[in-house]
């Protein structure tokens, strides 16, 4: 005989996102199911820069995880970007901080604080295989454990936390968008000096060869290569040695010769653009699930805190019996388009590993070159004000910064 339960949501995974969500709807009040596959509570995603970008730490600090984070050793990074022009970083009293912190550590943290909250039952070792219906609304979702044991939990929203390839997307048969990736990406911790910005981290955009150093927690350095396509025989043939040639290839490279490296090479030859459907009557996306995105730009763990904070508070009221469901759905839709679709466009659009086109170049060159243009592309750099923004208060002042470089040249 099937077990029959009843919560408000059931969240479908239980990394990033999926406890972001599944904490602050609870703190609403909600009774909550949270749905992990992984049975191991210390479980973490591999694959993963773990640079957190600075529009993201709101949401950690609301959530009560920053201070924990930065006792298990945190780094407060700034970015800077480095271009055939010269290195692009704000000044200090205007750029913003993100923090980076191993993804061995965090998602264990965060997981426990999921595991403690009041009205959060995280169900570890579970999958869902299907999703309930009543008519054309979503309406719980039936679980299985590793014993064959099952659960069918019925609750007015399904949240989709499972990130890149979703199954949850599959079982509600969510339209989707896939652009092609014409990147690979291979990395690795190193011990050893730190870089000489440390600890902020450095992006290398070497048109169109890539490559970063993220200073994180222990002194540790995670090198990462994110080259077209074509290098790949060079990385297969030997990961480590591909990586260390290929960073320090760079102008004024960071000092991955004299580190060594202290984690297993990490790999990952596709990663399509995906882009789904964000909600359907009863059914909400977030994080992965959501939108999977190039991760060249460092947006991945980010946009996850941040879509799981934006549909707590847009379906939360609706959850208390303040306002229809549908309503807060379409709030959140509208939050998650204005913050990050212009940002998601102009990603998705770069990472055909295609060369700088004619306005990145004016821009670029120009803020390596002037502060006041430097700060605003931290701003827009790290996700806090959007490509419409930026482009409108730039423009003009790249072309004059250029024109005086020119004439005193």
Sequence with gaps: MVQRERRDVVVVGGSLAGCTAGILLARQGARVAMIEKQPDPAAFKRICSHFIQASAVPTIERLGLLEPMLEAGAVRPRARAW????????????ASLGINLRRELLDPMLRKMAIEEPGV??????????????????????????????????????????????????????????????????????TGPQPESAPDGTVYFGDPQF?????????????????????????????????????????????????????????KLQMPNRVRQLTAPGLGMIGDAAMATDPLFGIGCGW?????????DSVGPALRG??????????????????????????HDY???????????????????????????????????????????????????????????
Excluded at 233 to 245: I, N, Q, W
Excluded at 359 to 383: G, H, N, Q, V, Y
């Design 83 to 94: 271009t055939h022009w010269g290195t692009i970083a704000a000044p200090p009293e205007s």
């Design 121 to 190: 039952e995280v169900m570890l070792g579970w999958t869902v295989t299907r999703l309930l219906r009543d008519g054309d609304r979503f309406s719980g979702a039936v679980a299985v454990d590793r014993e064959g044991n099952e659960v069918e939990i019925v609750a007015p929203l399904v949240v989709g936390a499972d990130g890149r390839d979703s199954h949850v997307a599959k079982l509600a048969e969510l339209r989707e968008k896939v652009r092609r990736h014409e990147r690979l990406a291979y990395g690795g911790y190193f």
């Design 211 to 267: 490559a970063a150093a993220f200073p994180t927690d222990g002194d540790l350095v995670f090198y990462v290569a994110m080259p077209t396509k074509d290098r790949l025989p060079e990385f297969r043939r030997d990961p480590e040695k591909a990586l260390v040639d290929y960073v320090s290839d760079f102008p004024d490279p960071p000092p991955i010769r004299q580190s060594r490296l202290v984690s297993e090479m990490l790999g």
């Design 304 to 312: 996850a805190f941040q879509s799981g904070e934006w549909l707590a």
């Design 322 to 347: 303040r306002g229809s469901l549908e309503r807060g759905l379409k709030r959140y839709r509208r939050l998650y388009n204005r913050h990050l679709r212009g940002h998601a466009f102009l990603i």
């Design 351 to 409: 990472s055909t590993a295609r060369r700088f086109n004619p306005a990145e170049r004016l821009l670029f060159s120009a803020a390596s070159r002037d502060p006041k243009l430097a700060a605003t592309f931290d701003l827009f750099a790290t996700r806090r004000i959007g490509p419409t923004r930026m482009m409108a208060t730039t423009v003009p002042r790249s072309l004059l910064v250029n024109a005086r470089h020119a004439l005193a040249r």
